[in-house]
């Protein structure tokens, strides 16, 4: 039972640790001289960084995508908080379905990130507001890793509804 349950909790901190690299860094849409993620958009020859404001097309989709991924990541950790928490207060033979419930929910908000995204790059990538041509280039890591977080943080929600205390 002990080799599951640290099994559990490296998943469970693997699944957050990807949800803030995607959340974070700067690689959602990649090209030879540039790199954009949902907050900025930098050229690697010049090192520059320009933010994405309220200037560009489909700003309110990019807010959303944020958006959704800020709450995913929280959602993930407050998972963890009450995954522990609930670790010492169920009475043996009870379900950890709080924290399915809530890691679940943080599936759902990178699920909703990353298909919006998916859904609007071409005209997210169309914008006047770009300094350079973002519209030749392709799904960087960053945006990968964001799918990868769906499936562990589905699969860690799944775990989290069938495991049960015991001793």
């Known amino acids: 039972m002990l080799i599951l349950l640290a099994f559990i909790i490296v998943f469970h901190i693997t699944s957050a640790a990807l949800l803030f690299i995607s959340t974070i860094d700067n690689a959602w849409w990649v090209g030879d001289n540039f790199s954009t ?16 404001t309220d200037e560009f097309n489909e ?14 990541t929280i959602f993930c950790c407050v998972a963890f908080l009450v995954f522990i928490l609930q670790l010492f207060r169920l009475k043996q033979g ?9 890691q679940l929910l943080s599936c759902l908000c990178v699920m ?5 995204y998916t859904d609007r790059h071409e005209e997210l990538h169309q914008s006047h507001g770009y300094v350079m041509e973002v519209s030749k280039g392709q799904y960087g890591y960053s945006f990968v890793l964001a799918w990868i977080a769906f499936a562990f943080t589905l699969i860690s929600g799944v775990m989290y509804l069938v495991l049960r205390k015991r001793k």
């Open 59 to 72: 700003y309110q989709s990019i807010q959303a995508v944020q958006a959704a991924m800020i709450l995913s």
């Open 94 to 102: 009870e379900r950890f379905v709080l924290t399915s419930v809530i």
């Open 37 to 52: 993620d949902v907050w900025r958009v930098c050229t690697t020859n010049t090192s520059t960084c320009m933010a994405i």
């Open 112 to 116: 909703i990130a990353a298909s919006i």
